[in-house]
């Protein structure tokens, strides 16, 4: 009940504001721009890999968890629905790029790993994506920095 009694003082006194300057929307919309272009890129190598772009953020996933990742924990990183991560492991799994194990513990759990092949795969993307970091990540940084540096102006409104 308390939350609501909040909620309410700040509808009815009004919530800090930020004003945004034009230099605010310029930094905001060359920093997703920058951002789409190492998207595009990364989604171009994936595709040279033969693989879908989320097929290559699920091998990712499954290499950077520590240990043996379920199919819950990959929906989580991927923010896709369970079916959905489900589905890009019975395609990886069938190129044996990835296997599937029931947990030990949990007969209900599945765990996924790779295998010798979906590291290889990995591996070369994950150099070269490293490589066009290392030549277009200042653009990247620099833009991420002036978001960051753009000074904070709050005033506050009264109803």
């Given amino acids: 009940m308390r939350a609501v009694h909040i909620v309410l003082r700040y509808i009815k006194e009004g919530l800090p504001t930020r004003e945004l300057s034009a230099a605010d929307y310029q930094a905001l919309a060359e920093f997703r721009y920058q951002i789409r272009r190492f998207l595009r890129f990364s989604e171009q190598a994936a595709r040279r890999a033969c693989l879908e772009p989320a097929q ?3 091998l990712l996933a499954i290499k950077a968890h520590a240990g ?3 199919v819950g924990e990959l929906a989580e990183r991927l923010q896709l629905r369970h079916h959905s991560t489900v589905e890009l492991i019975d395609r990886l799994a069938q190129g044996r790029l990835v296997r599937r194990d029931r947990a030990e513990g949990d007969r209900r759990q599945v765990r996924v790993r790779l295998m010798a092949k979906g590291e290889a795969v990995l591996r070369k993307l994950s150099l070269e994506h490293r490589a066009e970091l290392g ?3 200042s653009a990247l940084a620099a833009a991420l920095q002036a978001i960051l540096a753009r000074p904070s102006r709050h005033t ?3 109803a």
Avoid: I, K, N, V
């Fill in 56 to 58: 290559h953020q699920l």
């Fill in 156 to 158: 506050t409104r009264h």
């Fill in 68 to 70: 043996e990742p379920t």
């Fill in 135 to 137: 030549s277009a990540g």
